[in-house]
């Protein structure tokens, strides 16, 4: 049983380059996050998606896209990045929107 | 004020002692509250949820929540070397949808 599976796990861009960050879960989960976490800042949210075929904007949405492709699929955009955007991204997923996450293994982007 | 605030530490209990962690929150509705670790380098993982007043234990973790004072806590009984990690506190407020607000985070170091 993987879980949450997040690639990649490193990624070094150019500023203004665009890349997908790729979620996965295999626990039949309903509910898919996106949370950038920062020094200082703890984790934030960016994107949440609490069903399939719907999505919300978090805390910190700005500079960034998802789309959740199906039920299990739930991927982040960057269109141009910026080094402001370097951080450690995390995807994590729950039953329910009121529950506890499972979270995938991280993705360390570093924007130059 | 912060949603969620956490004492950063580094916070350092000899193996076998009795580790306090704390976590306070805005005054806004609170619903619920999570307790994660992280160890360095890794994603968080989830420890245990807590709903209502009072005391709840999960094997050698105990989690308290008052929101009379806006606080909950977590006890990590008979602490061992491998309990060092990160604690974040995580709350979820009724009037803000499906978002969990996390703490920066405490650094629990277990001495030998």
């Known amino acids: 049983n993987a879980g949450v599976t997040q690639t990649p796990k490193f990624q070094v861009l150019k500023t203004g380059q665009s890349m997908t960050l790729q979620c996965a879960q295999d626990?039949?989960?309903?509910?898919m996050y996106w949370y950038r976490q920062d020094p200082g800042m703890g984790l934030r949210l960016i994107y949440y998606?609490?069903?399939?075929?719907?999505?919300d904007k978090g805390e910190v949405p700005n500079g960034y896209n998802v789309s959740r492709l199906n039920k299990r699929e739930f991927s982040l955009r960057l269109e141009s990045a910026a080094p402001s955007q370097t951080s450690v991204y995390f995807c994590?997923?729950?039953?329910?929107?009121?529950?506890?996450?499972?979270f995938g293994s991280g993705t360390r982007l570093t924007v130059v | 004020q912060k949603e969620v605030e956490q004492n950063s530490g580094p916070l350092s209990v000899p193996e076998g002692a009795i580790a306090s962690l704390n976590c306070t929150y805005s005054?806004?509705?609170?619903?619920?509250f999570f307790w994660y670790r992280q160890y360095s380098g890794k994603s968080p993982e989830l420890i245990m949820s807590?709903?209502?007043?009072g005391d709840k234990e999960d094997g050698r973790f105990t989690a308290q929540l008052n929101k009379a004072s806006q606080y909950v806590s977590l006890l990590i009984r008979d602490s061992q070397p491998s309990d060092s990690a990160t604690y974040l506190c995580?709350?979820?407020?009724?009037?803000?949808?499906?978002?969990?607000?996390f703490g920066t985070g405490t650094s629990l170091t277990v001495i030998p």
């Open positions: 994590a997923s729950s039953e329910a929107t009121g529950n506890g996450y499972t």
């Open positions: 626990m039949n989960h309903n509910s």
């Open positions: 998606s609490a069903s399939e075929g719907t999505t």
């Open positions: 005054d806004r509705v609170s619903q619920s």
């Open positions: 807590i709903y209502s007043n």
């Open positions: 995580a709350v979820r407020y009724r009037n803000t949808g499906n978002q969990f607000y």
